[in-house]
């Protein structure tokens, strides 16, 4: 009597456990919406009129609105000229930057799997899935600082390292000069912070001064 031959033992799929594959994810999305976004745009309206006059020099503000978008947007500029192609790779790196902090800030607490498909989550929002795609520049910078800032913060609060506080003080710089309002969820954190023993020790330590003071030196000069 012959046995029936077995079937081949499957190997499980292990890419989505693999960080690299939802970083290219997220690249080739924010590409593929940028390339068909340049396909079919054939003017510029809103944010994006406005940094394509503001961002042909570099100044310490433009309008009402903090200056970093514009000041990225001066740079990619510089390698793909002024023209509506610019405006469509810096918002292209945006929201890749935006998916990208967002799969980082949920890996913290989760499996790279589990992360992935947490930032996918994003795409459920209307203003990140749809608006960002057209229009809000200082917006969707912010968006995609914040969530580096407030890591950079739970690192510190775990581990009191002085880089760590270096860190939260030069990206939350960076968050407040993309839009002021990034200060406010900012605030709230270091306030939400204070009320539990365990990090308020973080946040009063000494060290918090000098990330304060290289939050004020870095965003001193448009606030000036």
């Not at 919406?33 to 042909?56: C, N, P, V």
């Not at 800032?149 to 760590?164: I, K, P, S, V, W």
């Not at 200060?183 to 009063?204: D, E, H, Q, S």
Request: overall charge positive; aromatic content about 12%.
């Amino acid at each position: 009597m012959t046995s029936s031959p077995q079937a081949p033992a499957r190997i499980p799929d292990r890419t989505f456990d693999r960080p690299i594959f939802w970083i290219v994810l997220f690249a080739l999305y924010a590409f593929l919406q940028g390339a068909i976004r340049h396909h079919y745009k054939t003017a510029l309206f809103g944010d994006d009129s406005e940094l394509f006059l503001w961002a042909r020099s570099l100044d310490w503000g433009y309008g009402v609105q903090p200056p970093l978008y514009a000041w990225g947007q001066w740079a990619v500029n510089r390698v793909f000229g002024d023209s509506i192609l610019s405006i469509t790779v810096m918002r292209s790196l945006c929201l890749f930057g935006l998916y990208a902090a967002g799969y980082l800030m949920a890996r913290r607490y989760a499996t790279p799997r589990l992360a992935g498909f947490a930032a996918l989550g994003l795409f459920l929002i209307p203003e990140i899935s749809q608006t960002f795609l057209r229009t809000r520049t200082h917006n969707l910078l912010v968006t995609a600082l914040v969530p580096l800032a407030t890591l950079a913060f739970l690192d510190l609060c775990e581990r009191h390292r002085l880089g760590d506080y270096l860190r939260f003080g030069a990206l939350t710089a960076l968050a407040v000069l993309a839009k002021a309002t990034g200060a406010i969820f900012l605030l709230a954190l270091v306030l939400a912070g204070l009320m539990r023993p365990a990090t308020r020790r973080a946040i009063l330590d000494p060290r918090m001064v000098l990330a304060l003071l290289l939050l004020a030196l870095l965003s001193a000069g448009p606030v000036i």
